[in-house]
């Protein structure tokens, strides 16, 4: 009678690290998105065009991408719970930077540093999810970091409209001696201390443990995460056994016959690539932007990011519910899909926008359609890309070579999510309807990816990945 209660304690505890590891994503979504409602203030503030923007939107993503190459080797020789740590302080000491400017230059340093803590945190969160979920549930519980992504674009937004709202309706009005805006970047030290709190009462992954001796510990986490009815022995022989077999990993051991990497690093670099190239993030940076160009006040602006933010939940809700159900490939495929075909609407409702003294607008239907195909694609996104790739990412590697293959791949995601974060707005100003068809492509391109080059790894061990 007992062992229904044992089981469903267990499972509660493993649901609350995980949670608490995925805080991480929080920061990713939150700071990843919080711009959006500071984009145009920065600009009135240090009287910048839209390339400065750019840049300065999008640096923090080179800062990220280094944050996930150096991620996944810290995190194997600090352990993953003191690099969270770290990359939690990190970011706090950054949201404060970039809350007190004295220069666009200055405000770009700071971002830089807020990305490498956001980095690290992408590449800790799946890793250490993945080493302490059971297999059984490693999907759903897998599925938490896009979760907390999700979440933390939302509450940015919600936090954004507030302030907004708060200084009337202008995001350079000043609230208690600093702009809006200000705020809207400074809010970050929140969830990021939140981070710190959590990381540091969480227990380390017994696949670390293993790997530096301290055998106890690992059996204690073990029997807390898998229950007490696993055959422990086995259980800590097995990771012995395959940590003992391999040595650490590094940057040689991806080295493979395949353009001079492993042909599963490589599918992991191109997951990571085509989740970006496919758009996502010019919703969640530029959207406030967009939809203001078209005739939309700043503050109803940021309630529309809001909404889509909401629908962003909703599929990741969806796809939670699902992945360990029908498989990461057809979620995948169903994903790319919508997304080509709601990308290919939007980039013809585009088309029909017209310039009229300087204001961008869109005539009906295409301004209504412009914006449910943008919804729908973030729901397309939400429900398969955004949430299987973090899953992927933290199971398809060996153990010989995760962290490592990981940080890799993490990178490639930062380095292309720059790319489209900083060539949107020329590209827009150029033409917006190409640039959307070409987002299609992508979203097309990568369904026939998933059909050749991905395999399922719905239900099984980690240690069985080769």
Known sequence: ????????????????????????????GYDSSVINGAVVGIQKYFHVGPVQTGLVVAIALLGSALGAWIGGGLADRWGRTRTMQAAAVLFAVSSIGQMLP????????????????????????????AEVAPPAYRGRLGSFQQLAIVLGI??????????????????????????????MLGACVVPALLYLLFALNIPESPRFLIAVGRIEQARVVL????????????????????????????MKDLRGPALGLLPIV???????????????????????????SVGVTQSNS???????SVINIIGTFIAIALVDRIGRRPLLMIGSAGMAISLGTAAWAFSAATKVHGAVTLPDPQGPIALIAANAFVLFFALS???VVWVLLGEIFPNRIRAAALGVAAAAQWIANWAITVSFPALSEWNLPVTYAGYATFAALSFVFVWFWVKETKGRKLEEMG
């Open 154 to 183: 939302a509450v940015s937004q919600l936090v954004n409209y507030v302030i907004v709202r708060l200084a009337e309706g202008d995001v350079n009005n000043t609230l208690r001696g600093l702009q809006a805006w200000q705020w």
């Open 223 to 250: 029997t807390e995460v898998e229950g007490e009815k696993i055959d422990l022995d086995a259980r800590v022989a097995e990771i012995q056994h395959v940590l003992h077999t391999e040595h650490a990993p590094t």
């Open 385 to 387: 890309w955004g949430v």
């Open 266 to 292: 490589w599918i992991g670099i191109t997951l990571s690539v085509f989740q970006q190239f496919v758009g996502i993030n010019v919703i969640f940076y530029y959207s406030s932007v967009l939809w203001q």
């Open 102 to 129: 004295f220069s666009i230059w200055d405000l770009g340093f700071w971002r830089i540093l807020a990305g490498m803590a956001i980095g690290m945190a992408s590449v800790l969160g799946p890793a250490y999810i």
């Open 302 to 308: 940021l309630l529309i990011s809001f909404s889509s």
């Open 1 to 28: 009678m007992a062992v229904g209660p044992t089981h469903q304690e267990h499972l509660g505890h493993v649901v609350f690290i995980t949670a608490a590891a995925a805080i991480g994503g929080f920061l990713f």
